[in-house]
């Protein structure tokens, strides 16, 4: 999938980006930046305290039974321009009375008929984190203020008099906004840039990516806290020796995607075929909060990887076990009937010569 390539201590202003860019090849932009819907914070940027907007207090009766506020904003006499500014009670931040439904079924009438019209916003980390702030200061101020019209259900918003549900974003985007992909193997910066996660993964094909990854997945990154690193290794049977792209499966400098659909395993050897190995970390930088993702590519001959003890069987057992789906997009059919006699064989030859009653877990912990 990915790798960083090379890892060397770098001396002058170059090969320190040069070493930057070799060590963090994925950068992902968080988006929105992390904050619950329970926990509001502001981040003041003079001088970086914390606030932590206040409850308003509930109200108990009709909201709809109260009559709208006479504001009449002049005075008798000359009407100075001012400012004219006053403290604001956080409990009144979003009047309602009885003028509620008039005023928001015109609102809505407006917003079908012309919605772009209505509703602008430059598409930016900062303008969305933005929104998605204000959403849920709303959300938070609302169902707390007035329960008997706005209330949660689920993880979505209820309003009990318009009968509107509305979707709270439980978890932000993530996409791949930097990146520096020099071995990548079969696939190019340039189709993935700029994706969300989500996107990614579904593109590529990734198996089960739905139901069995999407949720948690999502969950991990917006949990992601800067102290708690993680790492995971994946492989793949590749069917060339091409480090930094397989050429079985496509022309690397063509615009065509590389994929299994496109691969040529005519006359493939045992020789050929290759092991491929990423192992990967994710962390979450401290200052600027983005997630980073790092890949070592491992990638050797499977005719070598299958002299280590406990190997070929192993592997050929897990090969057997994939359902359909993940041997699909493992390629599966474009070089079992080749590698799986192979790691048989080399299997047999092993417990021949009783490799196999070592202790597994002591020499392979993963
Ligand atoms: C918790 C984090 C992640 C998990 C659990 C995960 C999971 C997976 C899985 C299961 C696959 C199928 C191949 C494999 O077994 O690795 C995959 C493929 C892929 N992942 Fe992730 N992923 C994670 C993070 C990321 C990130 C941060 C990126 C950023 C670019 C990424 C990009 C990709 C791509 C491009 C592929 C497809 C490679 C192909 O074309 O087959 N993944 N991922």
Known sequence: ???????????????ILGFIFSVVTWLFIR???????????IKDKRDEKLFVTPLPTLVTDD??????????????????????????????????????????????SELNKDFNSHVKYVDNPTTKDACFELYEELVRYLTHRYPKIYRWEGDKVHNSLTKEIFAFPAYGHYHLDAAAVCLPGFWRLKEKFRMSLDTLHFEAGVPHYAAKLQKSMNRFF?????????????????????????HRMGDQAGTEVASWATANSN?????????????QTLRRLPRSKAVIFTVRT???PVTRIAQEPHIPGRLA????????TVSFYKGKSHWDK???????????????RGVVEQNEEVLFPY
């Open 298 to 300: 491992y990638f050797e």
């Open 63 to 108: 909201p709809l039974s109260t009559s709208p506020k006479l504001y009449r904003p002049f005075r008798h006499g000359p009407n100075f321009i001012t400012m004219g500014i006053r403290k604001l009670s956080w409990d009144n931040w979003i009047e309602m009375d009885s003028y509620f439904l008039r005023y928001h079924d015109m609102k809505a």
């Open 222 to 246: 917006q949990n992601l806290t800067p102290d708690k690193p993680v790492e995971r290794n994946n492989f793949f049977i590749q069917l060339d020796d091409g480090l930094h792209w397989s």
């Open 338 to 352: 080749i590698l799986l006699p192979y790691l048989d064989e080399q299997d047999r030859l092993q417990k021949e």
């Open 31 to 41: 988006w929105p930046f992390h904050s619950k819907a329970r926990n509001i914070v």
């Open 1 to 15: 999938m990915i790798s960083t390539g090379g890892f060397a201590v770098p001396s002058g202003p170059l090969s």
């Open 267 to 279: 006359d493939l050897s045992i020789d050929e075929i290759h092991f491929r190995s990423e192992r």
């Open 317 to 324: 057992e897990a090969i057997r076990n994939w359902d359909e």
